[in-house]
């Protein structure tokens, strides 16, 4: 629509500065065909000026059509809900998404749906702790989270509180393929894979990996 548009106007316009400069032509000469300058210069102004509103217009319809495009298919914003990424991310704060291509990695802030969870009905937004065919190992006693061994730092400030019990996953466990274990910075306030209404999240249930906070501005910037 917006494409015939333009092309539209752009016809338009042409007919228009066409017929003008036969006007000019006829309005800048006097009864005796002599060439009056005031009225060549106010005509030429006319056109002047149409030309550059027009070049203006063109411009903002193909801006507007490019972000649309960028949102649309590349780009999505979301809104944080919840304290559970706190302090990377505190709720309210809005956030970009992206899902072209995207490979999950360890340390990536992501978006995912819980399909089965009968008591998320939203997305909720995690760390990825470790991907497929990773070991994770969490030690309450020492507040740490190991994958393969090595240490996972996360920017968190206090003691995990443990979780144990039927409702919970072991502190030891391999992510099965295809699936990522994630997990909220404020460890003590998230609702995560250590959950088993949770656990490995399939790789197919990612929204997207969030990239850019765009609100609020004092926060303005890449996500770490």
Do not use: H
């Amino acid at each position: 629509m917006i494409i015939f548009e333009t092309i539209y106007f752009k016809v338009a316009l042409s007919q228009y500065v066409r017929i003008g400069s036969v006007e000019w032509g006829q309005m800048g000469m006097s009864e005796n065909n002599e060439i009056n300058p005031e009225v060549v210069n106010e005509q030429k102004q006319k056109i002047s000026v149409t030309s550059e509103l027009y070049e203006w217009v063109e411009s903002i319809v193909f801006a507007l059509a490019f972000v649309v495009v960028i949102f649309t298919f590349l780009l999505r914003p979301v809104g944080v809900e919840g304290i559970s990424m706190m302090d990377t991310l505190k709720n309210g704060d809005k956030v970009v998404i992206y899902n072209i291509n995207y490979v999950p990695k360890q340390g990536d802030i992501v978006v995912l749906s819980i399909p089965n969870s009968k008591e998320l009905k939203a997305p909720i937004i995690k760390r990825v702790v470790a991907v497929g065919g990773q070991k994770v190992r969490i030690d309450y006693d020492n507040n740490k989270v190991y994958v393969d061994g090595k240490e996972f730092v996360a920017p968190i400030k206090e003691p995990m509180a443990p979780r144990v019990g039927s409702d919970f996953y072991p502190t030891e466990l391999t992510v099965p393929d295809d699936c990522v274990f994630v997990m909220g910075d404020n460890r003590n306030n998230s609702f995560d894979s250590r959950y088993k209404e949770i656990g490995p999240v399939k790789v197919k249930n990612i929204l997207g990996r969030a990239v850019f906070r765009i609100l609020p501005f004092s926060g303005f910037g890449f996500l770490q």
